[in-house]
């Protein structure tokens, strides 16, 4: 082997070493980035979550609103619509929103299963809430397909 294939050999010996630590280094990174990602999908969503609990500590009127829902079911089909009603509407409205960005970041894999599996059981928990039921009625239309067939499997108990 002459001086120049040596040296070629060598060139190209440190080339494919170079594109193999730039492989791994990239790797490393596109990890590290899908990880704090995911990290700040998961507090996005508790944020949500825990601004929309904040707005009902708040909101004397909306709690009102929730204890007469609650005792009388039947309530929020009445007419006529008050202000009360719309309270409780867009009450729901939120609670599906918040389910709806998780249920898309679960799916889309940047919220962890373990995490999900919480929101899962409690969406599914209140399946037997008349006024989850028939709110959803109300406002299905407005998610993404993916999602309406979540939660008609949800609210019909199914898994």
């Not at 999908?41 to 009127?61: C, F, I, K, P, Y």
């Not at 899962?120 to 928990?125: A, L, T």
Request: charged share 20%; hydrophobic share 45%; aromatic share 12%.
């Amino acid at each position: 082997m002459s001086a120049s294939d040596r040296a070629r050999a060598i060139v190209d010996g440190v080339g494919l070493t170079a594109v193999l630590l730039g492989l791994v280094f990239v790797g490393f990174e596109v990890r590290q980035n899908t990880a704090a990602t995911r990290a700040a999908t998961q507090q996005a969503v508790l944020d949500a979550s825990l601004q929309s609990h904040w707005g009902v500590m708040e909101n004397s009127r909306l709690r009102e609103v929730m204890i007469i829902a609650r005792d009388d079911p039947d309530w929020a089909t009445a007419t006529p619509q008050t202000s009360d009603h719309i309270l409780l509407e867009r009450f729901y409205w939120q609670r599906f929103n918040m389910l709806e960005n998780a249920f898309y970041h679960f799916t889309e894999g940047s919220f962890d299963a373990r995490l999900w599996a919480g929101w899962d059981s409690w969406s599914r928990g209140e399946a037997s809430d008349p006024l989850m039921s028939h709110y959803w009625a109300i406002l299905r239309d407005a998610y993404m397909p993916d999602f309406v067939d979540y939660m008609e499997t949800a609210l019909a108990g199914g898994s």
